[in-house]
């Protein structure tokens, strides 16, 4: 299935076979369509946040509000073991990333169905839709990012190695989570039963990925084959090296490979099924 | 220039819509052991060129593949067969409003239809006063638009769709139905890009529309391409093949059924006083139209519209209930009655298009166009007229008083 279109700026040429088959999306086209992709972006954040009482404060809210359970339940009464790091310092790290996983995964979800109305009715290179929604959740990842730093202001400690790891790993956790999103957003599209798992999903996710506790206390004491199935997790290696690059405990697990692979054939397989979906999307939504 | 070669569309008839994993999974095993594919082909063997600054009707009843084709050709679905090539910028007119937000304001909004339309936030800036200007709304302009009328909703979103500057326009009419003002604008609309030069497809069951725009004009059927040629010689051979359904009355049952339907029409009936199905009616004889439909869900109240149009394809009217007239709504069969009072209609071939509507919020539920014709007939014998060869002019033929007075 070829679907491509030539021209500076907006569309000028359009070419549909039903015979070519273009396995990976079209760039340029993509590129063609920023504007939309811009302009979406900003509805979305502009209603998730219009007429609400609090408005945006609701961004500080929420990853505080996780902070402050996680530091009572785990920092608190379960005692993790952090390596003389203040808990909450710990648990913000791992917070900031992880809400971002699950905000993405959230609203990737019910995404292109939310969108039917649009869909139904005109072209757009359709992977914008999930793509748009991971840029809104930067949004709350900049915030998370803000509360962290605001944190270690409070306790007086810099980070330790280095921001341009820091950066790697941020880049490589919204790889994984985009991956993630488009094949959850092409998935509801047949099966709309995902759309329910999917909270399900993210709270499970939370237990299995070291956000609220280091890996390390999980997998000394399951057999290696079970080590193999926790790192299987794309975010499980991201959000450990993540705050390795932050905090400098923990470190790079042997297995964390694992995570960083898994993340890329999320993210390679997801834009492959999703052009394969986006043929019939049109007649399903 | 539009260039479409052998473009084929193949729908699954009960798996179009897989509501969840289970009936998906159902499905599949299904397939798997009855090895029997339920599927049908909306639209087959679709070839033909646009040249441009060409105007193209397309024309054809219900569920022909019109509605298939436009949206194949403006990229919202794929096809299962063929290619096609469009050369420029192209815009439809079935997207008018589309995406607009009710929390964002008529600012906001003209920059979001603006980009989902294909323009340029440059462009929409450019054109951003032009726009307002032309919505007439510029007061209102930094409101959320759910605090808008629905009129000046439309007008903002018409406002967009104007301003797009497409060198390929794709119109169809159907979805413009129902809001007189709005369609009036589309047309208005379309004259003037054809007369720029750009290339037009315009898809309408209003046969005089299509013949004032279109220079040339396909009739499809079954998904098929019926006849390709001169407008007038299309419509004119679309109107006469309904001449051998001339019956009097109409199942409605086969028609094509769409998902998750509120409510559909069953028959149509052409009865006189009696109640007895008519073939024609006299000019001076009083006549009923008698329809039935099926309610499937409560709390849709649909009703039914009829519209009605002459041989030549003019639209002669338009009737229906009342938007708040009682008609039944439970689900269940109903059947409604509407009476055409004598000397009314001229001699003439007619067909009837009908709507089934509900009216708050607005939704059309089935468009049955062309379903049943029928004839009036002059009765010299019992009108006041002069007997003659030729039959009076003018659409309809009512009696008027005349008086001498002086």
Known sequence: MDNSTTGLGHVMRVEVDAKAWRLFPDLRELAAYRDLFITL???????????????????????????????????????????????????????????????????????????????RKIYFPRLIIPLSKATVGLVDLVVALLVMIAMFFIYGLTPQKGIVLTVLFLLGIMVAAVGVGIWVSALTIKFRDLQHAIPFLIQFGLFITPVAYPARS???????????????????????????????????????????????????????????????????? | MIKVDGIGKQYN?????????????????????????GTFWALQDISFQVSEGESLGIIGRNGAGKSTLLKILSRITYPTTGRFTIDGRLSSLLEVGTGFHSDLTGRENIYLNGTILGMRRHEVKRKFDEIVAFSGVEQFIDNPVKYYSSGQKVRLAFAVAAHLEPEVLIIDEVLAV????????????????????????????NMSAVNNLCDRCILLDMGRIEQIGPTREITRSYLSRNNDELAGSKDLDSLPEKQEQAARFKSIRLVNDAGETMEHAKITEQFHLELTHQVFSTGSKPQPVVLLFNSKGEQILTTYPGVGANIGHSPGIHTTRVTFPPDLLNSDTYYLTLWLVTWLPYKAHQVAENVLAFQILDDVASSTYPPSDRPLGGVIRPRLDWRVLS
């Open chain 1, 218 to 285: 999980v997998t000394s004491s399951i057999p290696p084959w079970g080590t193999v199935l926790y790192y299987m997790n794309p975010m499980a290696g991201m959000i450990e090296g993540y705050r390795w690059s932050i905090l400098g405990i923990g470190g790079v697990h042997g297995l964390a490979w694992l995570s960083f692979g898994m993340a890329i054939i999320f993210f390679v397989t997801g834009l492959i099924y999703f052009r394969k979906v986006e043929r019939y999307l049109a007649d399903l939504v």
């Open chain 2, 178 to 205: 129902g809001d007189v003002e709005f369609q009036r604008k589309c047309l208005g609309k379309m004259k003037d890009v054809a007369s720029h030069g750009r290339t037009v497809l315009f898809v309408s069951h």
């Open chain 1, 41 to 119: 972006s900003y509805r979305d954040i502009r209603v998730r946040y219009a007429q609400t009482a609090l408005g945006f404060a609701w961004a500080f809210f929420q990853p505080l509000a996780t902070l402050l359970v996680l530091s009572l339940i785990f920092g608190r009464a379960m005692d993790v073991d952090t390596q003389g790091i203040p808990y909450p310092l710990f648990a913000v790290t791992g917070i900031s990333a992880w809400s971002y996983f699950s905000f993405v995964l959230k609203e990737s979800g019910g995404s292109i169905i939310g969108s039917q109305e649009i869909v």
């Open chain 2, 13 to 37: 008839i009960a798996g179009a819509r897989a509501i969840d994993l289970r009936s998906d999974i159902r499905s599949n095993i299904k397939r798997l052991v009855s090895r029997k594919k």
